[in-house]
């Protein structure tokens, strides 16, 4: 079973940016796609990023307009999601997420394991 480890949240400004972290406990992680997920009070999970095993593929959510990426280090088994411009309306709990997929894909439920998550609070 994969474990996954976030880190890098906290509190912020709004224009401010952040760099989360999510670390894999084996070495499996490079045949992952991996995916960012993102849960704020009252509403659901959404979608926020993704990127296939290479790196090489990534898609990211059309509402963030550009201000978040995503990338990974194989060699670190770290995935990472820099977020630049943030608003307040970004203050969620930020879930990283792993699917034997080939493909990013934004669908929660093609991601079998989870990591326990990372809050992130943006303040006016």
């Known amino acids: 079973q994969v474990q996954l480890v976030e880190s890098g949240g906290g509190l912020v400004q709004a224009g401010d940016s952040l760099r989360l972290s999510c670390v894999a406990s084996e070495s499996t992680f490079t045949m992952y796609t991996m995916g960012w997920f993102r849960q704020a009070p009252g509403k659901e999970r959404e979608y926020v990023a993704a990127?296939?095993?290479?790196?090489?593929?990534?898609s990211s959510a059309d509402s963030l307009e550009g201000r978040f990426t995503i990338s990974r280090d194989n060699a670190k088994n770290t995935v990472y999601l820099q977020m630049n411009s943030l608003k307040p309306e970004d203050t969620a709990v930020y879930y990283c997420?792993?699917?034997?997929?080939?493909?990013?894909?934004?669908?929660?439920?093609?991601?079998?394991?989870w990591g326990q998550g990372a809050q992130v609070t943006v303040s006016a």
């Open positions: 997420a792993s699917s034997q997929l080939g493909y990013v894909s934004k669908n929660p439920g093609s991601y079998k394991y």
């Open positions: 990127v296939n095993w290479s790196g090489r593929s990534t």
